[in-house]
């Protein structure tokens, strides 16, 4: 078994699965730390541990998770490239192993801040791999309902850790946290084993290895022979924009350079949905669900552990509406339309929990419509913010600084969890109902953001995103076709009609290193205009032959334009593409 090529064993389907069970632990690790502490900040037994902190000082130590997590996204850009998408998988699964045993071994406070870090390196390196590697083994057509797995598992690992949260509360000893933090080896353990029997990806393999081997490993995930047409287009899509890409060598500095494709403006834009993925306050029900029932609805900590419970239930049932919608509603139009309704169902239940607190908590009626608000905030997340968001990036970002650019924008995505967590404590506890105001005001400008700003992406080959952005000036020349050969590259079309080869004799090897990919889209889109009008012009000059002699003899010369209103030449076979 080649270690960058996994078992031969796996083919087609089978290996698809294997390797989306294994992106999709990684983010059932993420989903379940997060849940996990939901119940260990509010254990007695836990408190006790860590000499009863202050609100401020829960949000801190639970939020240096996310600290850590912004720290393992960077270091995922450097191994993301280096030492490719499945060994950078299995670093951060190991850094999260260590991370683990500290956290639930741990004795007092700075034990447990420093494990929180350590775990948070671990899945930022996880989160920022595992969807680059998903979205470079997945087509086109199934790239986002495979994604969506990975984030309905994240919810699995939510309601696991709530449910698991909730048996241990009868437990009445360390046990109580200690137990449900260690649980999460599980995932980790299987990524382990499973991880080393499976391929990097085709695009990496072709880029850092030989193209013999993404070829063999595209074949094994397209369930195809090497020679398959299907396969060969598509390791030929891929390699073309290696070529294009690698004329220098993708850098930290190319975040920031247009390269004539807005590499830059791209970058910026995965940093900001990241970003505002979190502005949308989605992990304040994520992490303190029983804080805000105890909180703000005055619920039992029994009652409000059980609560989290149903809601993180809810949460992966609504979620697979996903699967379905986002391949064929796209990206941008859920990302509207769904942070309208949070900003909607927010203010809903900021008027609730007014009504609730004017009522000194014993409004039942608005006490049942908040609940059902939160319920309802947790629909409009996943149907709109959960898979797009981490789908978004890796489609958005050109190849050369994919890993980098995905693995920043997994970091902005925890900067602005560590900023959510952080402040939620006492954010709550002081702002009361006009706390779920100021997200009602972010998810207005988060909609605002992506109507002006982001176009959609979805169903596109990964290859074929780079024209969506090409500049004016690449797009110019692109565009500019004649039919003389002043300076520029003569490209001639083929003769035969059933081929779909453009052919590139006359074009010197230095002179095709110039052609963007959209040029050479341009010149095979003029290439079957001019086959069309051949076709057509051969029909209606057979359709003429029997009324006139005259048009017969004229059709070996010359053939009449589908419109009649022109003249089709063999000269026009040549089409000059300006340099």
């Not at 490993?217 to 290696?242: C, F, S, Y």
């Not at 290859?463 to 001639?492: P, Y």
Request: proline residues 3%; neutral net charge.
């Amino acid at each position: 078994m080649s270690v960058m090529q996994g078992t031969k064993h796996l083919v087609g389907g089978w290996l698809i699965a294997a390797i989306t069970s294994v992106c999709s632990s990684g983010f059932l690790l993420f989903g379940y730390d997060q849940g996990v502490m939901s119940g260990v900040v509010i254990s007695k037994y836990w408190l006790a541990q860590m000499d009863h902190p202050s609100s401020l000082m829960v949000g801190t130590m639970t939020a240096l998770y996310d600290v850590g997590a912004v720290f393992g996204a960077i270091g995922a850009a450097f191994t993301g490239e280096q030492l490719g998408r499945k060994r950078t998988l299995l670093l951060g699964t190991t850094i999260l192993i260590i991370g683990t045993v500290l956290m639930a071994s741990s004795y007092e406070r700075i034990q447990f801040m420093v494990s929180r870090v350590c775990t948070g390196i671990g899945i930022g390196y996880i989160t920022s791999v595992t969807p680059v590697y998903q979205a470079e083994i997945s087509a086109a057509a199934q790239r986002g309902w495979q994604v969506c797995c990975q984030l309905t598992t994240m919810l699995g690992g939510l309601m696991i850790a709530y449910w698991i949260n909730y048996g241990f509360f009868f437990i009445h000893s360390s046990a109580q946290w200690r137990f449900p933090l260690a649980f999460q080896l599980v995932f980790a353990i299987y990524i382990m084993l499973v991880a080393p029997w499976l391929p990097d990806t085709p695009r990496w393999l072709m880029r850092h290895r030989t193209p013999a081997e993404g070829l063999a490993v595209l074949a094994r995930l397209r369930g195809r022979d090497e020679k398959d047409q299907l396969v060969q287009t598509e390791k030929d899509e891929i390699m073309e924009a290696i070529a294009i890409e690698e004329k220098e060598e993708g850098s930290w500095a190319d975040l920031f350079r247009s390269n004539g494709i807005s590499a830059n403006k791209r970058f910026y834009l995965a940093l900001g949905i990241q970003f505002m993925q979190q502005m949308s306050g989605i992990n304040i029900v994520t992490y303190y669900a029983p804080t805000l029932f105890t909180t703000s609805l005055n619920m039992t900590q029994e009652m409000s552990i059980l609560m989290g419970c149903f809601l993180q239930l809810w949460y992966i049932i609504a979620s697979f509406l996903t699967w379905y919608t986002i391949d064929r509603v796209g990206r941008r139009l859920l990302f509207i339309s769904m942070a309208f309704g949070m900003c909607l169902v927010l203010v809903a239940e900021a008027i609730a929990v007014n009504r609730i607190e004017a009522a000194h908590y014993h409004n039942t009626s608005a006490g049942v419509a908040a609940v059902f608000f939160v319920f309802a905030f947790e629909a409009c997340f996943t149907w709109g913010w959960m898979a797009t968001v981490w789908v978004y990036p890796p489609e958005i970002l050109p190849l050369k600084i994919r890993a980098k650019g995905a693995a920043l924008a997994a970091g902005a995505d925890f900067l602005g969890n560590f900023l959510v967590v952080e402040v939620t404590p006492d954010g709550v506890k002081n702002l009361g109902w006009r706390f779920y105001i100021v997200w009602a005001v972010l998810n207005l400008a988060n909609a605002i953001i992506v109507w002006l700003f982001y176009p959609e992406t979805g169903g596109q080959p990964l290859e074929a995103i780079d024209t969506l952005f090409a500049d004016k000036e690449q797009r110019r020349r692109a565009s500019t076709l004649n039919h003389s050969g002043g300076g520029g590259a003569t490209v001639a079309l083929p003769a035969d009609d059933d081929s779909d080869e453009v052919d590139t004799e006359d074009i010197g090897e230095d002179k095709k290193g110039l052609l963007s990919r959209l040029q050479w889209s341009i010149v095979r889109k003029a290439d079957r205009q001019v086959k069309a009008y051949k076709r057509a012009g051969r029909r209606r000059v057979s359709d003429m032959t029997a009324v006139s002699d005259t048009t017969t003899a004229r059709g070996g010369d010359e053939e009449e334009s589908p419109d009649g209103g022109g003249k089709v030449h063999e000269d026009q076979r040549e089409i000059v593409v300006q340099k």
